[in-house]
């Protein structure tokens, strides 16, 4: 019988694994992937796939850079994205633009203000990013955040209503000690003002990777909602803050009661409950297993 012959994959078909593979790397690890994916791949097909799949990585991580000039880091995400490789850095109103493929930002330039919101709009955004900016400092020492308007930008004065989205991303990258992990949050807030009311919904996803002689992984999803009343700028971002804090201290709480549950529920359950005679071992009663008596017996010693 002739053995099937080999197909060679096509240039997309290698470019679609590729991207898969760049995409789903594990919490700062894509430069690693790309690195190796270089090594068995052409430059066309490499440059194809990276250049697709970067972007995509870069925002759904949340990636904090550094912005020359002084500026401090900016976010990126798709809720500061402005135009392909720009994005708005909302608490120095500039612009960054990021080479996604280096995970670099080049260059800033000021945003204009059509790309900010309104001075009313402001007013709660700047009030609650200062509340944040508290939190995470406490919460997340090397986490970044940002306060971005995703709807309603415009709005110039009371009796219209507008959305405003929290991001909290935090990373504690160790590669030389085989574990990296991240943070991120994503809190969407619905000022309400015909019913004076605002409507949070909450995303909170954490990733771990542990790959010393082994392959571990961590990738959880929780999502949240409160509410809480349309008040001034001020007294409305403590509220907001607040509540942000309620809920994430507390998935926390229940992340790390989970891992000290782990060994008591979780490995007992890996295990086989009863050996394959489906009988248990008479702990009490060894006796009846003596394999000196049994060899005794065997070859007639004693007797």
Partial sequence: MAEEEETE??????????????????AGEIQYVSKDLKLVLNDDVYNEAASEA???????????????????DVLVTSYGELQDNEYLDPKTAQVAIVDHVKQACTKVRPATDEELPSAYVEEYRCALEAEILKYVAEAYPKGSCSVYCTNGKDVEEPGSDFDLVVVIAAARLSPQN??????????????KDDIQKLELNGKLLVGAHY????????????EC????????PDDT????????????????????????????????ELRRKLPITRTLFPWRNTRQFSLKREISEELGIGK
């Fill in 211 to 222: 790959f010393e002689e082994g392959n571990v992984q961590l990738d959880t999803k929780h």
């Fill in 237 to 268: 971002a403590i509220s907001v803050a607040n509540l942000i804090r309620r809920h994430e201290t507390a998935y926390m709480a229940s992340l790390e009661e989970s891992y000290f549950k782990l060994s008591d529920n979780t490995f007992k």
């Fill in 54 to 72: 970067f972007p995509v990585y870069n925002k759904s991580h949340l990636i904090s850079l550094k912005m020359p000039g002084g500026f401090g």
């Fill in 9 to 26: 994959l096509s240039d997309d078909q290698k470019k679609g694994i590729a991207k898969w593979f760049l995409v789903n790397a594990p």
């Fill in 225 to 232: 909602r409160d509410s809480t009343i349309f008040q001034s």
């Fill in 178 to 191: 085989f574990c990296n992990g991240s943070w991120r949050t994503i809190w969407n807030i619905e000022f």
